[in-house]
Every structure is written in C-alpha cells, then in structure tokens.
C-alpha cells in the first residue's frame, strides 16, 4: 500500500479512470437501479412482485409504489458515487503515483455503499433493505425458505449474485491488496492475492449456494414422497437434480481456469493445449446447458420441445400462450441476447485472462453485460411465476397431465 511505482505494476489508461474498487462500486450501484426498473415495469404489467416474493412493504399506495423508495436508495448511492469519483479524479489527473497513494477514496465509498445498507435510514428503503439483508443472510448458506415464506425471493437474489460472481471476486482481491503492504488497492488488480486459489473459490462460491438450495429442493420433494406414500403432485423431483447439475458445470470452468493460470500443465499429465482444449469443452457444456435452462425451464417457452409443442396454434412460434409482455419480438430477441450474453460470460468465470495488462476494461464490460443479462432475465422469470401460480383452473387441470420431469419444481 506504499503507492511506490516502482514497485508496483504500471497502471493501463482505463485502470487510471476507474480503478478496481471504483469498477466494483459502479457495478454494485448498477444492481440496484437495475433492481428498480425491473419492479418498475413489473408492475406496469400488472405484475406484484413483492406478493412472489412474500414482502409487505411497511407502507405502499399508488401513488408511493414501493420501486419509488428503490430508486430512492439508488440515486442516493449514485450520487456519492459521482461525488467520489469527482473528486478523486480531481486530486489524482491521471497520475500514476496519485492514483496509487489515493486509494483511501474508493475504498471509503464502498465502505459507505455497505454502511448504508445497514444503517437504519428510514427514508431510503430501510424495509427493502433489511429484507435484503435477511435474504443474503440465509442463502449465504446456501438455505432456501419454503413456498410460503418467500423461496421465489430467494431464488431470485441466488441467481443474482451468480451474475456478481466475477464481482465478489474482484471485491476480495481489492480488500486484499487494501491490506496488503506490498499494494495499494488501485494498483493493477493481483488476481493472485491470498493464494492462487482464493479468487476461484469465491467465483465458486454463488454456484455453491444454488447447488445447495437445488438439492434442499430435491430433499423436500422426496420427504414429501415419503410422508405420502410415493404421490407427488411435482413429481419424483428429478429436475432439482438437473438444476443442481447445471450450477455444477460452472466448477469445471474455474478449476481449470485456475489450473492453467498456476500450475504447470505437464505436471498433471498433459499438455497446455489439451488442458485448454479440456477447458474450453466445459465452456460450451456450461454455457450452453444454461441458456437451455433460461429458455426452457425458467422462462417456459417451447423452443426446445417438441414440434407439436413449439408449433402450437395456440401461441407465436417456440413461445407459450400466456404473455405479459405482447409483442413476441420482445421474447425473440430476449432468447438472442441472452444466448449470446452467456457465452460471453462464461469466459468472464475464468481467473487466467487477468494475464493480459489491456483486458481490464475487457472484464470490466463483460462485468457490467452479465449484470444487464440478468436484469433482462429477471423480467421474464418473474413473468413466469406470475402466470404459473395464476393460471385458470383448466389449465391446472390439463397440467396434471404433464411428465413428472416437466412439472417438476421449474426453479
């Protein structure tokens, strides 16, 4: 933290701008105004996400809706950030020596980011805050609370930080380097800090959790088996196991990400080339497999079922009956994004390309789409629990008659 140039490593032009605790800020902020949107349109949809999610805002009318405080808290946040940034570019000017000795600011802000979460600010959503807080707490260890309590909420923050799991890296490697002697923490980011390890397994870390919440999941499906002797109206609960499975292929990714970052390929048996080659074969099974399950599974449009299916008069081609959101272009180009969007991110899951000194703007922007993905993707998973627990009778009827395996708990 000496802020010594020679010592440290030489800063690249973008790194001056916005240095990592910055890069971490604006991205955090951008969660919280992108939260605020998605209840925004929700509800303009007709769309009570707080009753999904099993929140009671303490106090919500029409003309005070509850997205209001959320944009509160996040012009709040955006406002000091500005603020901050402000003034360290006024001190610093894109000296390196600068940049380095005033590290204290950036890391104030994001010491004020989480002051504030905490704080019992009434006027800034301190309801939606604390509940938030309560939400992290429990899946922290990879819990999920039952139908009735608020799983779709806790499902639904799970998710999210998958899409934060780069971030949450980057914000230990900044911690690290605060407390290091040997960096300032607006240094060039030492993805190596703590231990070649350290960084991957925090990647891991929100995968993890939803591993953990799929098979509690399962466990609860076959306790109900059990306890009704072998009826289950969501089947044998063989789709926690696929969710499960599907969080699982991210590890590959990291590990071998790690494993050509820091150690020697020939030491375990292979070549670089096929070490890679291993790597990037988990690449296309993770990211491919996921934007089925976006499709498929959480969005529930017919683009991978059957012909019959997919063709249905009953609705526009590989989508589904029941759409809030008109026009079937909007799911159409959703389905584009998001499959180009997640093979995008899936090279940001990987530690080794923090080896090139022009890639920090690079990792930066793929931070900042995944975050965008996400908040595209929450539209259509909160449109989908809406319509699940609001279909007409009929229509429960005629699911009854569906394949376990497609009935069973879409989360």
């Not at 397994?201 to 799929?214: M, T």
């Amino acid at each position: 933290m000496d802020g010594d140039p020679e010592v440290e490593p030489t800063l690249d032009a973008f790194s001056l701008i916005l240095p990592l605790p910055y890069r971490i800020a604006i991205i955090l902020v951008l969660g919280v105004w992108a939260w605020a949107v998605n209840l925004q349109w929700l509800s303009l949809s007709k769309i009570d996400v707080t009753s999904l999610i099993k929140y009671t805002p303490r106090v919500t009318t029409s003309s005070n809706p509850h997205y209001r405080r959320v944009y509160r808290l996040s012009s709040v946040l955006s406002v000091l950030l500005a603020v901050s940034l402000l003034f360290f570019w006024a001190i610093t000017r894109k000296r390196e020596s600068a940049v380095l000795s005033w590290d204290v600011l950036p890391q104030s802000y994001l010491l004020l980011l989480a002051l504030i979460f905490v704080l019992p600010f009434q006027k800034i959503s301190k309801g939606g805050r604390y509940r938030f807080l309560s939400t992290l707490k429990r899946i922290s260890f990879g819990g999920i609370a039952e139908t009735h309590d608020g799983k779709f909420g806790d499902i639904l923050l799970a998710d999210a930080l998958t899409s934060y799991a780069k971030v949450l890296g980057d914000l230990f490697v900044s911690a690290c380097m605060l407390f290091s002697r040997k960096y300032s923490s607006t240094a060039k980011p030492d993805r190596a800090c703590g231990g070649s390890f350290i960084v991957p397994f925090i990647i891991s870390i929100p995968s993890l959790i939803r591993l953990r919440q799929c098979l509690i999941e399962y466990s609860r499906v076959r306790r109900s088996l059990r306890s009704t002797g072998g009826s289950h109206g969501s089947g044998w609960g063989g789709q926690h196991l696929a969710n499960a499975l599907k969080y699982s292929s991210a590890f590959p990714v990291t590990i071998l990400s790690a494993l050509q970052r820091g150690s020697d390929s020939y030491k375990l048996g292979m070549s670089e080339v096929t070490l890679f080659r291993l790597w990037l074969a988990f690449v296309f099974l993770n990211s491919f497999y996921s934007f089925y399950w976006d499709v498929a599974k959480d969005w529930d449009l017919t683009l991978f079922s059957n012909s019959r299916e997919r063709n249905s008069p009953e609705h526009a081609w590989a989508l589904r009956p029941n759409l809030y959101f008109h026009d079937p272009r909007v799911y159409y180009s959703a389905t584009v994004v998001d499959l180009f969007l997640r093979c995008t991110w899936s090279l940001k899951l990987s530690p080794h390309l923090d080896h090139f000194n022009d890639l920090e703007g690079g990792i930066f922007l793929m931070e900042l789409l995944e975050v965008l993905r996400r908040w595209m993707w929450i539209f259509f998973r909160v449109e989908t629990e809406w319509i699940r627990i609001n279909r007409a009778p009929d229509e429960l009827l005629l699911g009854a008659y569906r394949s376990e395996f497609e009935l069973d708990g879409q989360d």
